[in-house]
């Protein structure tokens, strides 16, 4: 079954800090991994998509890695800002984009 | 550019009602998509279309009906709204080609409660 699992399901940090998202999978065939950013009462925006050949990807403060061997991936936050607290959503796509696979997020509060 | 647009915002209804919730986006985009986002769920797709024209089931189809008339509109039909249909609504488009990377850019949501 296609599956991706979020970790953790809620973190707490403090302004400035650094964080690690992290997500399984189980889809196969896999064709890309995007990460989207979902702020509260929000539709979800995208922050990277990844192919199978790449290792990471960097947006801003944002940074993604795939480990495609091992069916894993990280959302890495730099310096995080209080703008950064929202819900970080994990999306692999089997074939073409149709078949995404969503995971249930995770849930960032930066605190002052 | 407005992007994806939906209304309502927010709806409530009572049990067997009917309803449309509209999507709209100005990008010309060949896909659009509805999904309904549930706590403790990723967002799971309703139906789909990947023109005028043309829709397709996706995971949860039932009790939902679409249409698209043209490239903008894709709406949303309830056509006799139950309690397990309460849950925020996203409308979703993106180009149809390419590798199948493309992105999808999601409007703000319509929250809908059925009581």
């Known amino acids: 079954k296609n599956q991706v699992e979020q970790s953790p399901q809620s973190l707490i940090i403090l302004e400035g800090k650094n964080c690690t998202l992290q997500?399984?999978?189980?889809?196969?065939?896999?064709?890309?991994l995007r990460w989207y950013k979902q702020d509260t009462g929000r539709g979800p925006v995208s922050l990277t998509i990844m192919t199978f050949s790449e290792n990471t990807k960097s947006n801003g403060r944002y940074t993604a890695t795939l480990d495609a061997d091992t069916k894993q991936s990280s959302l890495h936050i730099t310096a995080s800002q209080l703008s950064d607290s929202a819900s970080y959503i994990c999306?692999?796509?089997?074939?073409?984009?149709?078949?995404?696979?969503f995971g249930t997020g995770t849930r960032l509060l930066v605190s002052p | 550019n407005a992007g994806v647009t939906q209304t309502p915002k927010f709806q409530v209804l009572k049990t067997g009602q009917s309803m449309t919730l509209q999507c709209a986006q100005d990008?010309?985009?060949?896909?659009m998509s509805w999904y309904r986002q549930d706590p403790g769920m990723g967002l799971r797709l309703i139906h789909y279309?990947?023109?005028?024209?043309?829709?397709d089931q996706g995971e949860v189809p039932n009790g939902y009906n679409v249409s698209r008339s043209t490239t903008e509109d894709f709406p949303l039909r309830l056509l006799s709204a139950a309690p397990s249909q309460t849950s925020v609504y996203f409308c979703?488009?993106?180009?149809?080609?390419?590798?199948?990377?493309?992105?999808?850019?999601f409007g703000a949501g319509s929250r809908l409660t059925v009581l």
């Open positions: 979703a488009s993106s180009y149809r080609g390419g590798t199948g990377a493309n992105v999808l850019t």
């Open positions: 999306v692999v796509s089997v074939t073409g984009f149709q078949k995404l696979v």
């Open positions: 990008m010309n985009h060949e896909y």
């Open positions: 279309s990947v023109g005028a024209g043309i829709t």
């Open positions: 997500c399984n999978y189980t889809v196969s065939p896999f064709s890309n």
